[in-house]
Every structure is written in C-alpha cells, then in structure tokens.
C-alpha cells in the first residue's frame, strides 16, 4: 500500500514500507491557473503541488501507472511483525498498540499522485482554495462523500477530526500547531485559518488530514457505552474509504473487505486501485517464524528488512520452481536516517564528545561484512538516499548564507570540515577509533581505573543499555557491545515485548535504541517533531533523542517557510549539517531498495509510478490464471 507522510506519521513506523511522499502546498503565484483572480477572487483548484507543474487536468480520468481495466477479486495476504490491541488511530502511539490496517479504512481531503513529487489532488475534497500568501485554505468536500453507514461526510466531520487529533495526538499535534482554527463555511466547506503567512506546506498538510466521523465517536457502542476519542479500542470503526474491518482476532490477524458500494470508486484517482476483495494482516512476534509462515504459503507477501535472510532464507524449492519470485524495487521516493540513538534527555549522554565517542566504538565496516553479507553502507546523512537533500563538502552559496547568522550557536566544525563517519574495518583502524573515543571520553571528564570508564568527579562507571523490541535486532546490539566494553563501559542488551517498549519510549525511559526517520523528497513541518525543541518533551513524540536546541529550531523554520525550491534545498542541507555535527546519533545503515517476496498470484502495471516502491497492494490485482497454476504445483 502507498505510504503518504502522512500515514508515517500515523502509525510513527520505526521504518517506512512504502513511499514517504512530500508534503508541500500550493502552486506559486505566478502560475495563471493557481493564482487569485484580479478582483481578488480565490480560484478552485483541484490539486496542489509546490512545484507548479501538476501533471493531470481537471478533467483527468485515472493516473498513468494504474491499470483501468483490472479485475476486482482475490485476496492479499500480508505480514506484520509485533501486535496491536487498538483500531483509535488517534491515540497511535500514545496508547495501546494501533493496527497496521486501522487507518485504511478512511479517507483524507487529498490523495498523492505516486509518479510526481509532492502533489496531491482531491479525495473527501473536491477543490481546495487559497491566497497566495497561504495565511488559510478552504476545502470543499464531494457532495458524494460518504460514511459506510450512508451519512455524508461534512464539514463538522473535519473540524472534529482536526481538533481531535491536535488534542491527544503528539505527533499532529506539532505537525499542526499553526493551524489556529477550523471554520465552517457550509456542510460541505472548511476554512482552515494559519497563524502566519507564508507557510506554504500548511495547505496541502491539511489536505492530508485523516477524517474521522463525529456521530460514530459520539455515539454509544453496542453496550450502551459512551465511545472515547481518547481511549483505545477494539470496536470496528466506522470509514469512509475503500475498506472496512471484516474481522480480526486482537494481536494475531485483522482482515479488510472491499466496499462494493464505495461512494468513490469510480472517481479517477482511484480507478484501476482498491482490487482485492480481501486484505489481510497477519501479525508474528518473530521474525523467523514470519518467514516459515510465508515458506507455508499462509502469506503472499513479504517484505524482508534482513540482509542475512534476504541471502540465507529464501533457496526453497518453490523459490526455484518460480512460484515464489523474489524482486527488489528501487525506493526514489523518501530518505532515511536509521541510528542507535542515545537519550540525551540523560546526563551522561549529554556531552556531544561522549556521543561521538560511541560512534568512534562502532565498526561498521565490519559488522556489514560479517552479519549483512556487504549489501549495506554507512548513512551519512540525515536524508541518506534523498542526494538532493545531503549535505556535502562544505556549505557554500545559499546553505552558507542560512548558516553564517547561526555560527556562534552551532559547532564550528561546521563551517571547516565536511561530515564524515569514523571508517574501521581493520584492527589497525579499530585500534586508532578506540584511542579517538578514549580522547573524547577524557576530554568529556571520564577516565579509565581498573580498566573501568568512571566519571573523574563522581567515580560512577559509565553504564548503557541497548534497548530493542525486536529479536533480530540483539544480534547488532551484541556486535557493538564488546567495542564499547573495549573503552571500558558497562554494557547490557535487552529484548522487550513491543507494549513495554512503546511504554518505555513514551515514558523517556531508555538509555539507547534504534531509531529511523523517514524523509521526504520535501521536508517541511515534520521536522518539527523529529528534532524540535517543543516535541522532545511531548510523550509519543519522534524527538526520541530529546533534542532542544535553539539552532536547529531556527533552522526547521527556514525549511517549512523556504519560498522556493532552492531555498527548501539548501535549508535541508544546512539542517541536515548541524544535526550531524552535534552527533546527536550513531548513524547506522541504509539500503536504496526495497527487498520483496510474493507468491506468483497476483499481476500488476506494466510500468509502476516512479515513487510508489512496489506499489502493493494498491495497484495490483488477483491473476486468478497464475493462482491456478501455482496450486497444480504445490
């Protein structure tokens, strides 16, 4: 399935699984079919783009990558790795554990368009108006738009769905902070005012809100009992998408089936999507017993995150028999930042030498070489992958122009040296990375005594714990450990059940654990809530470094109020910089493609959009030839 920003914001995923897609705002003035009218009139426009250049008319009948005429039927059997006890995606990571599928059964004012870079067009919205100083928009929904129990969708539904997610979301709740009111119009238009001009992201960020149906979440449940916006549940919401909640059994499967009588099905951006009757999730705490699942044909689909899997587990007979396939799909769409990640909110993480020194204990070159097979390399950048966005060499033109005014308030290193990371590999390497770290450790007031690091004023040894809810993560953790123990540092590892770490990280109650970002190829106001002063002490935030520092909270606004192209571009760069040169985190690994196995039963486009990842399930389909000839082998 797609994955907007929006969506990754949802479900705060520890790593993407389909595009990030940008999140950006209205055409620029000088274009005649965006721009107000001369008597000041505001003109109706069906989709939104930063660029200028939407790439589908008014009167477009379906996106080029679909196929028009493909079957509707089937099942598309998938796999998740944890648990969930919610479908309130509202509380998403703040309380319980949301399904993976819950936000699928509803529909946003916008949906992207996966073969262009931030562009959305109308959804639940059928036009949307603003100035061109984008101080507000207005959205006007589809007379059409309808919840699952046949009541419209209207303007009270946003406006609920606004005020809902801002007030027991962290994540929405910084993403739209500057939302300073929604006003309705009519039942069908909402005016979202902003509490400056100039942002010009905060009208598409709107558009990408997730609608949710007030007389569902204010109305009583089967009991009798009043429904609680800001309490988890596992009663089947009401949607108004594609797909409904059929059934599920709490932790283990949730099953989605097609709504035959979807009030949005024929429109153009969804023709030629939306074709499995049936989705269904099946979730495994275990990686390996995952995988032994898909072997069994339980599942159709996997996608496999494990370098040591993706070269040790997929030689069966039916990989040979080709009737399972094996394809990696290049991912042009998004960057990443993957890390261990210290809490700096600690004391003892809180010198920038220390964190630095930890990464000097890191053998990457390694560990690739010895538990990855050599398909990863090092991250470099806090938009590794998006090349546009990294900050390279040293700053120059416009990036040295945003940074020049910050340079007593960032470290000077900066300004002198290009970022690079410690490179080991060799024991001569690994020998001069301990002695760095050992320097820096020193310098940062530690010692060694009796071949323990104590801090010099207290005698205490520096102790951490790497933290994880996922299995398959100890073995990384392992391989760092006995590097760390070289600089004489305490070191446990320790596995949790993905509840009690959830709890954990909203609590800021961990020492060190993985963390991933994903970017888009248009960072904007999401920033604010990766690295923001105002997020690290939201619980629930994905400021899980806990990262205040008024520098980079300047530079974020340089990235969300950028004018144009270039000035988003160098922005990123100079933010991109900074966050690396206060080492905020141990960068760990990336990898440009994303790594699939299917069972050969389904068919797809010709050509796949060019930021759409593998573009499953949305645009595929059940090729009920292929499922017959893979049964007569099996």
Do not use: C
């Amino acid at each position: 399935m797609a994955i907007t920003r929006r969506h990754l914001l949802q479900s705060g995923a520890i790593a993407a699984i389909a595009p990030a897609l940008g999140s950006v705002a209205g055409l620029p003035a000088a274009d005649p079919a965006m721009a107000q009218s001369a008597n000041g009139e505001l003109a109706w426009r069906h989709a939104l783009s930063l660029f200028g250049n939407i790439k589908y008319p008014a009167d477009f009948k379906r996106f080029d990558y679909v196929n028009p005429d493909a079957p509707k039927g089937g099942v598309a059997r998938q796999i998740f790795i944890g648990t969930f006890d919610n479908f309130n995606i509202v509380v998403a990571g703040v309380k319980g554990s949301v399904a993976a599928a819950a936000s699928l059964i509803y529909e946003s004012l916008t949906t992207p368009a996966l073969d262009e870079v931030s562009t959305e067009y109308g959804a639940l919205a059928e036009a949307a108006s603003h100035p061109d100083d984008f101080s507000y928009v207005i959205y006007r929904l589809r007379p059409q738009a309808k919840w699952h129990d046949g009541k419209p969708v209207t303007a009270d539904d946003v406006i609920f769905s606004l005020d809902a997610f801002k007030k027991y979301h962290p994540m929405y709740s910084a993403y739209y902070s500057h939302v300073v009111k929604a006003e309705k119009l009519s039942d069908r238009e909402v005016k979202f005012v902003f509490d400056a001009p100039g942002n010009r992201e905060l009208p598409q960020i709107v558009g990408q809100l997730t609608i949710l149906p007030k007389h569902w979440w204010e109305g009583t449940d089967g009991s009798g009992r009043k429904r609680d916006v800001s309490a988890t549940t596992l009663e089947q919401p009401l949607g108004s998408g594609a797909y409904r909640i059929k059934e599920f059994v709490a932790g283990r499967t949730v099953t989605l089936e097609r709504v035959k009588d979807y009030w949005g099905r024929e429109f153009a951006a969804n023709v030629g999507r939306n074709n499995f009757d049936e989705l269904r999730y099946e979730y495994f705490r275990d990686a390996t017993v995952a995988i032994e699942a898909f072997k069994a044909d339980q599942v159709d689909w996997r996608t496999e995150n494990s370098a040591k899997a993706w070269a040790t587990q997929y030689d069966f007979p039916a990989v040979s028999e080709k009737r399972v396939l094996l394809e990696e799909f290049p991912n042009r769409s998004s960057g990443l930042m993957q890390a261990f990640a210290p809490n700096i909110r600690r004391a003892k993480f809180s010198d920038a030498r220390v964190r630095r020194a930890l990464n000097y204990a890191f053998d990457f070159e390694e560990m690739n070489k010895q538990i990855f097979f050599g398909q990863y390399k090092r991250i470099s950048s806090y938009f590794d992958g998006a090349e546009e966005l990294m900050a390279t060499g040293l700053p120059q033109g416009k990036e040295l122009e945003i940074l020049e005014p910050l340079r007593a308030e960032v470290p000077p290193e900066v300004f002198t040296t290009a970022y690079s990371n410690p490179v080991g590999g060799s024991p001569e390497a690994v020998r001069d990375n301990l002695r760095e770290a050992l320097r820096l450790l020193k310098e940062a007031g530690y010692e060694v005594r009796d071949r323990k690091l104590v801090d010099t004023k207290t005698g205490t040894q520096l102790a951490v714990e790497l933290l994880s809810q996922d299995p398959t993560f100890e073995r990384v953790m392992l391989f760092y450990k006995p590097s760390l123990e070289r600089l004489g540092i305490a070191v446990s590892v320790r596995t949790i059940d993905p509840i009690q770490y959830e709890n954990r990280l909203r609590e800021w109650d961990f020492d060190i654990v993985v963390g991933s970002w994903p970017e888009s190829l248009s960072p904007g106001n999401e920033q604010r809530e990766f690295w923001g002063s105002q997020a690290a002490g939201m619980a629930g935030s994905r400021n899980i470094v806990g990262i205040k520092n008024p520098a980079i909270d300047k530079l974020i606004d340089r990235v969300i109020f950028a004018k144009d192209r270039d000035n988003l571009v160098a922005a990123t760069k100079a933010l991109d910089r900074v966050l690396l040169w206060n080492h905020y985190v141990v960068p760990q690994w990336n990898y440009s493609k994303v790594r699939t196995a299917r069972w050969d039963r389904f068919g797809r486009p010709a050509e796949l959009p060019k930021y759409g990842l593998s573009g499953f399930p949305a645009i595929w389909w059940y090729d009920a030839d292929k499922a017959a000839r893979i049964a007569k082998r099996s």
